[in-house]
């Protein structure tokens, strides 16, 4: 019996009735799918990083499961901004639950543009994500400190409505000085980390090839083999965000003792991908029983008890 742990929580001042959400990527690029998220254990519905005109994404095969996680370099194969406009609106009207979108322009002017147009829908927060490594040609912007500081001075500027940042992980100790620095200057409401960890290579030793094609087989890698870098980016940037900036923990979750460990690091709240695509919505309440039940056994009753007391060796 765990029905008296609450993983009710809080980001950027939205109200989520559970810990757990899914993460922009898998299954939550058309209507039917972010219907199955609406209609699940989900606390929120987060939809496909979008652009401004429609993608068909990247060429096949372009996502593939391994044994610990996937890699993937879909190529933002999305709707099209204007399609999510009108899906938040029929899904905050439909659920009631809270929606967020995720934008992923080609240049500055692009998410600007769909900033200006999700201030005018019903979405709860915006997630911009500075950190795509599938675009050929277009370098991941959460690691040009410089350009990240100015769209983010442009983007907060016309904000009324939360704005988070969706990065890439970081693996220095002077560039998350660096990135929190940003993330204060420009009041963002919060930060999802991590991104997939983009550019790795996974071969193939019978076929001699790579196991997707776009980009030469470089794609980002997932799952349970990034679990230690999220934990880390999440733990680096609770430690310089003063509190003021909310984090969202995600990478390499699949059962409760993995979001505790988020919750211990300092994560508000947490995002699912890779599992969610292996398991389908069921993931979302199973993972939140389990989370209930390795709390109850440490007697925590609520997310804010335990959140960010990682113990000192
Ligand atoms: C894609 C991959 C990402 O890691 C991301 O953040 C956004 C889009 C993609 O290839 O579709």
């Given at each position: 019996m765990t029905k008296n742990i609450d993983l009710s929580t809080t980001v950027a001042?939205?109200?989520?009735?559970s810990y757990i959400i899914n993460a922009s990527g898998?299954?939550?690029?058309?209507?039917?799918?972010?219907?199955?998220?609406?209609?699940?254990?989900?606390?929120?519905?987060?939809?496909?990083s979008c652009t401004v005109e429609p993608r068909e994404g990247n060429p096949e095969p372009r996502y593939q499961r391994l044994d610990f996680g996937a890699i993937q370099s879909m190529g933002l194969p999305n709707l099209g901004y204007k399609e999510y406009v009108k899906f938040s609106a029929q899904l905050r009207q439909e659920y009631g639950k809270p929606v967020i979108a995720s934008l992923s322009g080609m240049c500055k002017e692009d998410n600007l543009k769909?900033?200006?147009?999700?201030?005018?829908?019903?979405?709860d927060m915006i997630e911009?994500?500075?950190?795509?490594?599938?675009?050929?040609?277009?370098?991941?912007?959460?690691?040009?400190?410089?350009?990240?500081?100015?769209v983010l001075g442009?983007?907060?500027?016309?904000n009324s409505k939360p704005i988070g940042v969706k990065l890439p992980p970081y693996f220095d100790l002077c560039h998350f000085d660096m990135v929190a620095e940003i993330m204060l200057k420009h009041k963002v409401g919060f930060i999802s980390c991590i991104n997939?960890?983009?550019?790795?290579?996974i071969i193939d030793a019978e076929t001699e090839a790579p196991i997707i094609k776009p980009k030469g087989g470089f794609g980002g890698l997932s799952g349970q083999y990034i679990k230690p870098v999220g934990l880390s980016n999440v733990r680096a940037f609770l430690e310089r965000l003063k509190?003021?900036?909310?984090?969202?923990?995600v990478g390499g979750i699949v059962t409760g003792t993995d979001a505790f460990e988020y919750l211990l690091a300092g994560a508000d709240a947490v995002q699912i991908g890779t599992t969610f695509e292996k398991e389908g919505a069921a993931?979302?309440?199973?993972?939140?029983?389990?989370?209930?039940?390795?709390?109850?056994?440490?007697?925590?009753?609520?997310?804010?008890?335990?959140?960010?007391k990682l113990r000192e060796l």
């Open positions: 001042g939205v109200n989520l009735e898998p299954d939550c690029t058309t209507y039917e799918e972010l219907q199955t998220i609406a209609r699940s254990e989900s606390a929120a519905v987060m939809m496909k769909m900033v200006e147009a999700f201030q005018e829908s019903p979405v911009v994500n500075f950190s795509c490594p599938n675009i050929v040609g277009k370098p991941q912007l959460g690691y040009d400190f410089e350009q990240t500081d100015k442009e983007i907060c500027k016309i997939s960890i983009g550019n790795t290579l509190g003021q900036v909310a984090i969202f923990g993931s979302f309440s199973r993972i939140a029983q389990e989370l209930q039940a390795i709390m109850q056994r440490k007697g925590y009753s609520s997310i804010a008890e335990a959140k960010g």
